[in-house]
């Protein structure tokens, strides 16, 4: 049993603003990333083709797939719509955003942050296995500034009585510093999943200061693939490959093959016809593959 969950969300979160990939691409990414290990997996999202035209036929992408023992595959859903498409896909795994910013819940989903709680109550009334709520602009955002600990942990009670199943703190446009990690964290306690991006440079010091608060679980995306569209030329979500390799350094067990995971990286940057923004995947990990094979 791993002892941090990674949930990677690079066919998701990543490919989202990419031109949009055939089917068979994307199943080959998610084969890959299977194949390094990562058995937690947002798959695509239900939302309308028209928006996020990169995440159409996502319902196509899991009938490839297939069910897979001891793999949760987890669908993004703005609405109980979506969720009623997942389900029919045969995805009993769903995750839900709302932002605890109320100009960016706006922009994102077209709703206020109350109508959006009650969507999640929609969503849990379909009767899917887990319902995990992504809060975003959980550490700030650009049209409000910061936002209060107190704020966000009282948006979180909410999402739990809707009937939300886990909580995720998504800092969407690269806000997180170690401080506010730690303010943030002292506020909800470490119990929730933490999905950093590298906007300015601070995703893994802040999964960093998370993981010594205690945090378990995180969002990653294979490569650093994805980004805000409120941040020009930034770098997008945490990379996987680079918080496997801190976290295989510091005697974590996730589960991952790192070298598996970099061929996986490698993949998505084929795939997307451009390189990644990855560190571990520029440069290769501080030791190479034989002397971590001898080491093992
Ligand atoms: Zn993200």
């Known amino acids: 049993m791993a002892d941090i969950d990674i949930r990677e969300v690079g066919p998701r979160d990543g490919l ?9 691409a994307r199943v080959r990414l998610i084969e890959a990333l299977l194949d390094a290990g990562l058995h937690h997996i947002e798959v695509g999202s239900f939302v309308s083709p028209q928006a996020v035209p990169a995440m159409a036929d996502t319902g196509a992408v899991v009938a490839a797939l297939g069910p897979r023992a001891g793999v949760r595959m987890v ?12 389900t029919d896909a045969g995805l009993t795994d769903l995750s839900v955003t709302v932002s605890a910013s109320p ?5 994102n989903v077209g709703m206020s942050i109350l109508e959006s709680i009650a969507q999640v109550a929609q969503i849990v009334s379909i009767g899917p ?6 809060v975003s602009c959980a550490f700030g955002s650009p049209d409000e500034g910061d936002i209060a600990p107190t704020v966000v942990a009282a948006l979180a009670d909410r999402l739990l009585d809707a009937g939300a199943t886990s909580l995720t703190y998504a ?3 690269g806000m997180a510093t170690p401080r506010r990690v730690d303010d943030l964290l002292a506020e909800t306690g470490p119990a929730v999943g933490l999905h950093f991006h590298e906007t300015r440079g601070t995703g893994l010091v802040n999964a960093y ?6 945090v378990r679980r995180f969002d990653t995306s294979i490569g650093g693939l994805g980004g805000s569209p409120f941040a020009d030329g930034a770098a997008g979500n945490l990379a996987t490959e680079d918080l496997v390799h801190l976290l295989d350094d510091l005697g974590r067990s996730t589960g991952v093959d790192l070298d ?3 061929a996986a990286s490698e993949l998505a940057a084929s795939l997307v016809g451009h390189s990644v923004p990855s560190r571990v995947a520029a440069a290769g990990p501080r030791l190479p593959l034989p002397s971590r094979s001898r080491l093992a």
């Open 16 to 24: 989202q603003i990419e031109a949009p990939l055939p089917v068979d």
């Open 75 to 86: 669908a993004l859903v703005p609405n109980r719509k979506g969720a009623e498409l997942a």
């Open 103 to 107: 100009a960016y819940n706006e922009k």
């Open 129 to 134: 296995a887990s319902v995990d709520a992504v």
């Open 171 to 173: 800092d969407t446009t």
């Open 209 to 214: 200061a998370a993981l010594l608060a205690g």
């Open 260 to 262: 598996r995971l970099l």
